[in-house]
């Protein structure tokens, strides 16, 4: 206890002796920091990092901001000289932004219904950039600058140049759709273990499926006279095709390309590996499996082309695919029964395709 107390006296000493070149006024001003900061500590007794108000900077800065730099860095503060400088800062910056600070707003929000409207334009046309979409609102007679499109687009989070021109390839299929064939190989085995492989085509449009055939040896003459038989169907249904998608599969010749050109359709290939660039065919292969192959035992070809027959008469003339909006490929969606006698009293009918394997289902006569 003696030591310690030898210490404290020494200290102090010691602080009295830096204390004497200073004046009073450099005194009394850090005799108040001081007292500032122990009230600080006193509120926030506990916390491991001291935390100052706004209030309490606007107070240190305005009290310590006189002082010289040389002084400032003697006195014993909780913060760095060069922080409470940064304060007064702070605080002369925020009293000329509030004085400076214009009496009116700036021009007015685009109206609601402008703003829509550029938002439509965008969503609609991809490839239009905010000029484009500009020059459109002028021919609107809807007159905006077009730094404001700009804006529009950003605060939407649409890339305001036409960047998004960049068409994905489910957009070229959805834009061509009218004019788009599909075809493809689906493998399968007979329940005497002979391979067998079907060869179908289908409209993207409609979603309407052509089964060509099946044949355990799909040669380059059975893959030509199967292109010649899809050109026939075709014109027979009057049906304008310029373009036709297949993958790269080597039972493919030549000669089936020759033969789609001859009729003005243009093939165009898959990428290697990848199925999604032939999407559309790719589902109706699995849509195939799943309902019809998984679920019957072909005896053999004969049989295997009465199931296909069967299903592509029920895939094209009952069954609802989503991706044209639940309709039908070779009939639209009936219009909705309304009336309530109707309604309450249903008489569904089922009707049994291949053994049951497929249900079709309407109202009874």
Do not use: M, Y
């Given at each position: 206890m003696l030591l310690r107390l030898a210490y404290l006296t020494a200290t102090h000493a010691f602080a009295m002796l830096r204390l004497m070149p200073m004046?009073?006024?450099?005194?009394?001003?850090?005799?108040?920091?001081?007292?500032?900061?122990?009230?600080?500590l006193e509120r926030q007794l506990g916390n491991d990092r001291v935390r100052f108000t706004p209030s309490d900077r606007a107070f240190l800065a305005a009290l310590l901001h006189r002082l010289p730099s040389q002084v400032l860095r003697r006195v014993r503060l909780l913060v760095r000289p060069d922080t409470v400088l940064r304060w007064n800062r702070d605080?002369?910056?925020?009293?000329?932004a509030a004085a400076s600070q214009p009496?009116?707003?700036?021009?007015?929000?685009?109206?609601?219904?402008?703003?829509?409207?550029v938002l439509r334009l965008a969503q609609e046309n991809p490839s239009w950039g905010y000029c484009r979409i500009h020059g459109e609102l002028l021919v609107l007679r809807i007159k905006v600058a077009a730094s404001t499109v700009w804006?529009?687009?950003?605060?939407?989070?649409?890339?305001p140049?036409?960047?998004?021109?960049?068409?994905?390839?489910?957009?070229?299929?959805?834009?061509?759709?009218?004019?788009?064939l599909a075809c493809d190989f689906l493998e399968t085995v007979t329940l005497s273990g002979a391979r067998l492989y079907v060869f179908a085509v289908i409209e993207h449009a409609s979603r309407r499926i052509r089964i060509l055939g099946a044949t355990g040896h799909p040669t380059a003459t059975w893959v030509t006279q199967a292109a010649k038989n899809l050109v026939m169907d075709l014109e027979d249904a009057d049906c304008r095709v310029r373009f036709?998608?297949?993958?790269r599969?080597?039972?493919?010749?030549?000669?089936?390309?020759?033969?789609?050109k001859d009729a003005g359709i243009e093939v165009v290939l898959s990428g290697v590996r990848m199925p999604r660039m032939n999407s559309i065919m790719e589902r109706w292969v699995q849509t195939c499996r799943h309902e019809l192959l998984d679920r019957t035992l072909s005896w053999n070809q004969r049989h295997l082309l009465h199931?296909?027959?069967?299903?592509?008469?029920f895939y094209n003339s009952h069954r609802p695919h989503q991706g044209i909006a639940n309709a039908r490929p070779l009939y639209p969606l009936p219009v909705p029964i309304t009336d309530p006698e109707r309604i309450s009293r249903l008489d569904i009918r089922r009707r049994k395709r291949l053994g049951g394997i497929l249900h079709e289902y309407q109202h009874a006569a």
């Open positions: 004046s009073d006024r450099d005194k009394d001003t850090e005799i108040l920091a001081l007292r500032h900061q122990i009230t600080v605080l002369i910056a925020r009293r000329h009496k009116r707003s700036g021009r007015p929000r685009t109206v609601r219904s402008i703003r829509s409207l804006e529009i687009l950003r605060e939407a989070g649409i890339d140049a036409p960047e998004r021109a960049s068409s994905t390839w489910a957009d070229f299929l959805c834009s061509q759709a009218d004019a788009l036709l998608i297949r993958d599969d080597g039972k493919f010749p030549a000669l089936f390309d020759a033969v789609l199931a296909l027959r069967e299903f592509e008469d």
